[in-house]
């Protein structure tokens, strides 16, 4: 066995807790009824939509317990291969505090390709149809939940929860030191929607604006099972994670520290 990249140490399988090989809690179904951890002071009640910039919507406790522990053990196995997590090197020479790994399509900086040709040249694992469809349940529950008599309560010119159809995932690993700096997600030939889950620890999540990575911005507290999607006017707005708060989630869904966040996205590529 390899020895772990830093951080992925605390990635691994806790006491008693799931693994990759045992039988789990089953796929992602439908969104959450069950609530996933408790809920914070202010503005954060589970399960209710929250715009947070136009197309830019916050789905509080959105996956179940069963839901997160599922995806755990999923992005538990998919870590070790056969592309392996890893800290992605950027042109610059510098290297990203999160660790990924990718489904469907291979992300480095800054483009799509079905091999890891930075890693290990292998093909990433196909993105598997059951989250495809929790893609499509992601998008129904942030945009067409709220009003499902007016057409425009999602996005427009981009596409519906039925015609959603992610082709990739990318996988993100926060341990405690870990941050994403502000940035666009601008490497996909198509503006459909953006659909984050948080797994985890807690962290802060910085949504800005279009035109710059600076103010204004909104800071919001994305924790654990929270659903996030962005698109239509929001869909290349600037974000970053500038802060995970250590110790915060609930080692019930399998993870025993750190933070999780699997973005579905569409690319618009062919091949
Ligand atoms: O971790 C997050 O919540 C955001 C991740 C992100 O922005 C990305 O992977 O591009
Ligand atoms: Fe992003």
Known sequence: ??????????????AGGPTAGE???GEPTAAGSEQASGEQAGSRTTGTRREIAPGAVHVPGWLTLAQQQTLVVACRDWARGPVPIRHTKLPNGGVMSVQTVCLGWHWQ??????????????????????????????????????????ADTYPPHTCTPDTYTPDTALINFYDDQAKMGMHQDKDERSDAPVVSLSIGDRCVFRFGNTATRTR????????????????GPSRFAYHGVPKVRPGTGDP??????????ITLRMTGLKG
């Open 216 to 231: 204004p911005y909104t800071d919001i507290e994305l924790a654990s099972g929270d659903l996030f999607v962005f698109g």
């Open 1 to 14: 066995m390899s020895t772990p990249l830093p951080g992925f140490e605390s990635f691994g399988t806790p």
């Open 252 to 261: 019930a869904t399998g993870l025993a520290g750190g933070r999780l966040n």
């Open 109 to 150: 900086p800054y483009a799509y390709t079905r091999t890891a040709d930075d890693v290990n040249g292998a093909r990433v694992t196909e993105l598997p149809s059951w989250l495809v469809e929790l893609g499509r349940k992601a998008l129904v529950a942030a945009y067409r939940d709220q009003d499902p008599a007016a």
């Open 23 to 25: 039988p789990t809690a």
